[in-house]
């Protein structure tokens, strides 16, 4: 990383602190009011684990269900900068994305994202063909019908994650769990990195394969 990148990183990091700390005296703002100001990000393994994925392939484009704050996009877009890739990333509120793209231009990787607002599915749907690389981590009823609409998307080779498989769990992640892996083509495993990570890769059987 270089030093504006780090420097970033390290605003994001005394804010994650900050916020877990918050958390851990006071559960309850997870449901109040101002939960919607909280930055649910990533953290630092996961941010690093994506990083040296997204380093494995040639030019990716990069899809991100779930902007937030920008603190996954830096690490993708880093990558993205390292590999001649593009980071397209998504998210509902516009000030989380103005934040989000405040910070890219301070670490010089704005160039490498394409900020976009609004409904997740419907922006989705406008996502062309070719991704691959897909960071999910929105909304957890949004995963399963994400995965619908970004599934036949996938280039060969593709890697999907999914943030918060483990924590917290509930019957919407379990849901994509098990559809993520009944896709064909599709190699999936759990990791226990974060707050759990589904880790997918598509590789579709070949037509001659078939016959």
């Known amino acids: 990383m270089d030093n504006a990148i780090q420097a970033v990183l390290d605003v994001y990091h005394g804010r994650i602190l900050d916020e877990r700390t918050r958390l851990r005296e006071n559960p309850a703002i997870r449901d109040s009011k101002g939960k919607d100001q909280l930055m ?10 994506l990083n040296l994925l997204v380093k494995s392939l040639e030019a990716p484009t990069i899809l991100e269900l779930g902007t937030s704050f920008g ?15 593009r980071v397209i990333t998504i998210e509902l509120y516009d000030y989380k994305a103005a934040h989000a793209r405040e910070m890219a231009a301070k670490a010089g990787l704005d160039a490498y994202i394409d900020f976009r ?12 063909q070719g991704l691959d690389f897909v960071l999910v981590d929105h909304w957890k009823d949004l995963y399963e019908p994400s995965l619908e609409i970004l599934y036949p998307k996938l280039n060969p080779g593709a890697i999907v994650v999914a943030d918060n498989m483990v ?3 509930n019957e919407e992640v379990r849901r994509y769990g ?8 599709i190699t999936s495993v759990l990791l226990p990195v974060g707050s759990g990570l589904e880790i997918s890769r598509y590789d579709p059987v070949p037509a001659y394969a078939e016959a």
């Open 71 to 85: 603190y996954s996009a830096i690490w993708l877009a880093e990558a993205a900068r390292a590999t001649g890739g």
């Open 178 to 185: 098990r559809a993520v892996r009944a896709k064909p083509g």
């Open 167 to 169: 924590r917290p769990a």
């Open 40 to 49: 649910r990000a990533v953290g630092l393994d996961t941010g690093r684990l």
């Open 117 to 128: 607002v609004g409904d997740a599915l419907e922006l989705l749907a406008h996502v062309p």
